[in-house]
């Protein structure tokens, strides 16, 4: 797959199409997420669903968006 260019937003902060800045638990999420971040993880278990999530480093290190609807997809502009 071609590398595609990161978007301009950081990485600990989700396009708003995928996590909503109402989101009723959406500090909880970020703070897992960057926590994530922080331990240098591949992703993190969302504290709303319990699914495994992956982290916008992660995303970023395939060098590609899957066009799978990824919550912190850097490739979305």
Same mark, same amino acid.
């Given at each position: 797959? @071609?590398?595609? =260019?990161? $978007?301009? =937003?950081?990485?600990?902060? @989700?396009?708003?199409?995928?996590? $909503? %800045?109402?989101? @009723?638990? =959406? ?9 994530? %971040?922080?331990?240098?993880?591949? +992703?993190? $278990?969302?504290?709303?669903? +319990? %699914? ?6 992660? %995303?970023?290190? =395939? ?5 799978? +609807? ?8």
């Amino acid at each position: 797959m @071609p590398t595609e =260019r990161l $978007s301009a =937003r950081p990485l600990r902060e @989700p396009h708003p199409d995928r996590l $909503s %800045l109402d989101h @009723p638990r =959406r500090a909880e999420i970020l703070a897992a997420h960057d926590a994530a %971040l922080a331990r240098n993880e591949m +992703g993190y $278990s969302d504290p709303a669903t +319990g %699914l495994f999530v992956m982290t916008a480093a992660y %995303l970023a290190e =395939r060098d590609y968006c899957c066009v799978k +609807g990824c919550r912190h997809c850097p490739y979305v502009r």
